[in-house]
């Protein structure tokens, strides 16, 4: 697996109510690169196109657990681990406390009952705290099991390259062929990017609908986005998470406010240095905010407006 190594950010942001990409030209030997120049370069050049995804892999070499639970902490310097629930109750929720004290909380899909289930290790390096719990009645919960893990990981970018839970794929998934097709036709990382941003911009339409009806816990499913061609800004990140992790570049999928509203987005990290619809600029040096949600709807003078600087946004979940 290709780890990236210089800094570069791609800051895509969503809103869970509200998607912009171009790369720039670099100069020539002489000073200067012509169109000419620019058109016969996209086509002699393109980036490597990964055919194999980051695989979280059940290896039962550190394992913690009992007869309805089973902790797969194998690979956490990759920055995930794996959990199994094979008990009866319809309702288990995963709480994973990161280093920091910030506690995250997924709903187990009663679908994935009796197979691993995937959950990021976001919280850079130290002590995380995996705590399961069994629906007892109405909105109580009962611990079953609680397990502390050591993690140290490889690099800050690992659990940004895997799939888990809320930004699933394999080899075999849709999203992963239609990043391979996507890459095939650019010329570098940035061109893919951008390549991977107008795909979705251009090709989902905001679901108001679901965004008013969808029920706590929701699982989005890249796949089932692409095929729907709708979906809220939750899916929106997944979606686009998943096409870039798919060909290694890691990605971020953040959830926190736009404001007061409550909302999802995603941040990428680049080698290349360049703009995207003149608005986000890589400086290969800083993390930098996009909506992609909100330019699927509106105009990139709404997108500007919104992501700013980046001060509108405050994250509180990574994943």
């Not at 980036?47 to 194998?74: F, H, I, K, M, N």
Request: charged residues 20%; aromatic residues 12%; negative net charge.
């Amino acid at each position: 697996m290709k780890i990236k190594q210089h800094t570069i950010y791609l800051l895509l942001l969503f809103l869970l109510t509200l998607f912009p990409l171009s790369g720039c030209a670099s100069g020539s030997s002489s000073g200067k690169q012509t169109d000419t120049e620019t058109k016969t370069e996209a086509k002699t050049t393109s980036r490597e196109t990964y055919t194999d995804v980051c695989t979280p892999e059940v290896s039962q070499t550190t394992v913690y657990g009992d007869d309805t639970t089973s902790l797969d902490a194998s690979h956490t310097e990759n920055g995930y681990l794996m959990l199994c629930y094979t008990g009866e109750v319809s309702k288990i929720k995963l709480q994973i406390m990161i280093p920091d004290g910030t506690v995250y909380t997924y709903t187990l899909n009663p679908d994935a009952y009796g197979t691993y289930e995937t959950f990021p290790l976001s919280g850079s390096n130290g002590t995380y705290q995996a705590d399961l719990y069994e629906n007892v009645t109405d909105d109580k919960y009962a611990l079953i099991f609680s397990q502390s893990l050591d993690v140290t990981l490889k690099d800050e970018f690992q659990p940004y390259l895997y799939p888990n839970q809320y930004v699933w794929f394999t080899n075999d998934s849709k999203v992963t062929k239609k990043g391979q097709a996507l890459s095939e036709t650019s010329a570098d990382d940035l061109d893919y990017v951008q390549q991977v941003y107008h795909y979705v911009i251009e090709n989902i339409t905001y679901d108001e609908q679901k965004a008013e009806t969808v029920a706590s816990g929701y699982i989005p499913d890249p796949d089932a986005t692409m095929e729907a061609g709708t979906g809220i800004c939750f899916d929106y990140a997944s979606l686009m998470t998943a096409l870039l992790r798919s060909q290694h570049i890691p990605t971020k999928l953040e959830v926190g406010y736009s404001g007061e509203s409550y909302h999802a987005w995603i941040s990428v990290y680049l080698d290349e240095v360049g703009w995207v619809d003149n608005i986000i600029e890589f400086d290969g040096k800083d993390w930098s905010l996009m909506d992609p949600t909100l330019a699927a709807s509106n105009s990139a003078d709404s997108v500007k407006k919104y992501i700013g600087d980046g001060s509108n946004y405050a994250v509180k979940y990574s994943y």
